[in-house]
């Protein structure tokens, strides 16, 4: 059974995962609109007063792709789990704190494994 404490981990795990994605698609889209609001030529304030609040939206999207929604989600999805100590399990000579990826045929006998406790 999940615990909060799972929850919290499976949420950190997920969010650090969108930060790369999510800060190459604000740098891009800002190093385009930044040069509008700094232009000085015919149609420039036509041009400013569409840039600016798509700079604005890149801002906040960003805040709360990263922040506001996985405090939610926990806040939601963490309603009515136990407290209690984590019942992931750490692999043997497995960092602490970092994520370990199974490779396929490892995933296999894990499912395997689970199954025939299920049965």
């Known amino acids: 059974m999940m615990t909060k404490e799972d929850l919290y981990h ?19 889209i ?19 007063r ?14 709360l792709t990263l922040i506001v929604i996985p405090a939610v989600f926990g806040l ?13 399990s750490v692999p043997e000579g497995g960092p602490v704190g970092q994520a370990v990826h199974a490779t396929p045929g490892q995933e296999a006998v894990r499912r395997e494994k689970a199954a025939e406790m299920t049965h």
């Open 10 to 28: 499976a949420i950190m795990e997920g969010a650090v995962e969108r930060v790369r994605p999510k800060m190459m698609t604000v740098v891009a």
């Open 76 to 88: 939601v999805r963490g309603r009515g789990l136990p407290a209690g100590e984590s019942t992931a």
């Open 50 to 63: 569409i840039a600016v609040p798509m700079i604005g939206g890149m801002v906040s999207s960003t805040l």
């Open 30 to 48: 800002m190093a385009g609109l930044l040069p509008i609001m700094w232009s000085s030529g015919t149609g420039s304030e036509i041009m400013q």
